[in-house]
């Protein structure tokens, strides 16, 4: 199978996972050793994240009231990084979107009234070992699907109907089982 790297991975309407179930993943790394992707249309204020690991109050209190920041996937939920537009000055992974952990910039997106333009600050990120996101494609539970602007222009709520809705699949009553293994 060819590299799943700059695509979008869209799950299935049949998704019950409670972390996956209508995501939008944008694959950053796909290799023989396995996959990582982030979440880009979760808010985690809508997220019931249990045991993060994090202690500070305050900015426990600042993830559950915000829909500035994202839930990027169940994997190192402590970390967060900057999802932003590929600006073409930096020399990152991607040649769709840069991350970043620029804390002027993390300040900016969480105490400006304005998020600034093509920019996420997500927690976490989601990850699958060898071949195991290729086996969930198989049985159906993903789709994939080339890079968009729209992970940025759309509201998250709405990405994943967009999504689904220009692959055509929002018509269909779609039934079957879930991506849990």
Same mark, same amino acid.
Request: charged share 25%; hydrophobic share 40%; net charge negative.
């Given at each position: 199978?060819?590299?799943? $790297?700059?695509?979008? !991975?869209?799950? @299935?309407?049949? @998704?019950?996972?409670?972390?996956?179930?209508?995501?939008? &993943?944008?694959?950053?790394?796909? /290799?023989?050793?396995?996959? @990582?992707?982030?979440?880009?249309?979760?808010?985690?204020?809508? @997220?019931?994240? &249990?045991?993060?690991?994090? $202690?500070?109050?305050?900015?426990? /209190? *600042?993830?559950?009231?915000?829909? $500035? +920041?994202?839930? %990027?996937?169940?994997?190192?939920?402590?970390?967060?990084?900057?999802? #932003?537009?590929?600006? =073409?000055?930096? /020399?990152?992974?991607?040649?769709?979107?840069?991350?970043?952990?620029?804390?002027?910039? +993390?300040?900016?997106?969480?105490?400006?009234?304005?998020?600034?333009?093509?920019?996420?600050? *997500?927690? %976490?990120?989601?990850?699958?070992?060898?071949? #195991? !996101?290729?086996?969930?494609? $198989?049985?159906? /539970?993903? !789709? *994939? #699907?080339?890079?968009?602007?729209?992970?940025?222009?759309?509201?998250?709520?709405? !990405?994943?109907?967009?999504? &689904?809705?220009?692959? =055509?699949?929002?018509?269909?009553?779609?039934?079957?089982?879930?991506?849990?293994?």
């Amino acid at each position: 199978m060819k590299s799943l $790297k700059n695509k979008l !991975l869209i799950s @299935m309407p049949n @998704m019950v996972d409670p972390y996956f179930a209508k995501s939008v &993943i944008f694959i950053c790394e796909d /290799d023989r050793k396995g996959t @990582m992707g982030i979440i880009v249309n979760k808010p985690i204020s809508q @997220m019931k994240v &249990i045991g993060t690991g994090i $202690k500070n109050k305050i900015f426990e /209190d *600042i993830l559950n009231e915000s829909e $500035k +920041i994202f839930f %990027g996937g169940p994997v190192r939920l402590n970390e967060a990084c900057i999802v #932003q537009k590929n600006t =073409g000055k930096s /020399d990152d992974f991607s040649e769709k979107i840069e991350l970043s952990t620029d804390l002027d910039l +993390i300040q900016e997106i969480l105490f400006n009234e304005e998020t600034p333009r093509n920019t996420k600050l *997500i927690f %976490g990120h989601a990850a699958w070992e060898k071949n #195991q !996101l290729q086996d969930e494609i $198989k049985r159906g /539970d993903w !789709l *994939i #699907q080339e890079y968009s602007d729209s992970v940025f222009k759309s509201n998250p709520k709405d !990405l994943w109907n967009e999504l &689904i809705h220009i692959i =055509g699949l929002d018509g269909f009553g779609i039934v079957g089982a879930s991506g849990i293994s």
